[in-house]
């Protein structure tokens, strides 16, 4: 039910104030008719970032739970295999009827990339300025489709930039609040939810060539501000997504987006 004629929020009484706190603060409100106090589910919309790995779509699915979702895939062929743009298409057609999302965005992320490896300098910072960009890319769609929060598969320690002190660096200056509904879990317990959930894909993508041999585990997040400003990568990251194609159906031409790729880079 949503708010209409003759409701009002409630504005004071105990069983409003007890009701109050066994909602999920944002996503339920309370409104008072007479006397009577009636519930009123107001799902939120956050940005979940989705690759074509095991850990993002299963965050996705859990967190669809209480929000609406609207994944986005950020596409780093040829740092990966072309074929991780099709892992990650079948990963979100398992995903969809569980999130239950309308859409999804595929994004060219090459040239953001291929910008930091060539004019970074600190190559140990690589995959923390990449992942802060990826996360200015979700604040952006969240600006431009009214989300209020960021969703990612994070699980902490699982890669170099999931350490605390990295995930505090990437995290830093975004709008938006970041949710990580795997932070605390293994791989082991990831892998085992994704079966349970019906998403479990025996070949998922691979990793990224652009990973530095030895990346930075504790970053200085002063440091990752100024490398992306330096980089200019906002504007890039913009055209991007100027140029990223909406999914609907999943019958859209993918293989095109790939032909195409080149010039979006």
Not at 68 to 89: G, N, Q, R, Y
Not at 163 to 176: E, H, P, V, Y
Request: proline residues 5%; charged residues 25%; contains cysteine.
């Amino acid at each position: 039910m949503k708010p209409g004629a003759g409701f009002e929020p409630a504005k004071s009484g105990s069983a409003t104030r007890r009701l109050s706190r066994l909602g999920h603060p944002g996503t339920i409100s309370f409104y008072r008719n007479a006397d009577k106090t009636s519930v009123v589910d107001v799902r939120e919309r956050v940005v979940c970032l989705v690759s074509g790995g095991i850990d993002s779509p299963v965050a996705c699915a859990l967190i669809a739970r209480k929000f609406d979702v609207l994944p986005l895939h950020l596409c780093t062929h040829p740092h990966t295999k072309a074929e991780m743009l099709t892992l990650t298409i079948d990963a979100l057609k398992k995903l969809k009827p569980i999130a239950k999302f309308k859409k999804a965005f595929i994004c060219p992320w090459t040239k953001v990339l291929d910008t930091i490896l060539r004019e970074i300098g600190r190559r140990e910072y690589t995959c923390l300025v990449c992942r802060r960009g990826m996360l200015k890319a979700a604040e952006l769609v969240c600006e431009r489709e009214g989300a209020t929060g960021i969703v990612t598969g994070e699980s902490l320690g699982q890669k170099a930039t999931q350490t605390l002190s990295n995930l505090a660096a990437t995290s830093s200056g975004i709008k938006f609040p970041i949710l990580r509904p795997l932070l605390g879990l293994d791989k082991l317990d990831i892998e085992k939810m994704s079966k349970k959930m019906g998403i479990w894909q025996q070949r998922h993508a691979g990793g990224c060539s652009a990973v530095p041999r030895h990346p930075r585990t504790r970053a200085d997040a002063s440091l990752v501000d100024e490398l992306s400003k330096r980089l200019h990568l906002d504007g890039i990251i913009q055209e991007n997504l100027d140029r990223a194609i909406e999914v609907h159906t999943f019958e859209e031409d993918y293989q095109d987006f790939l032909a195409k790729y080149k010039n979006l880079r």
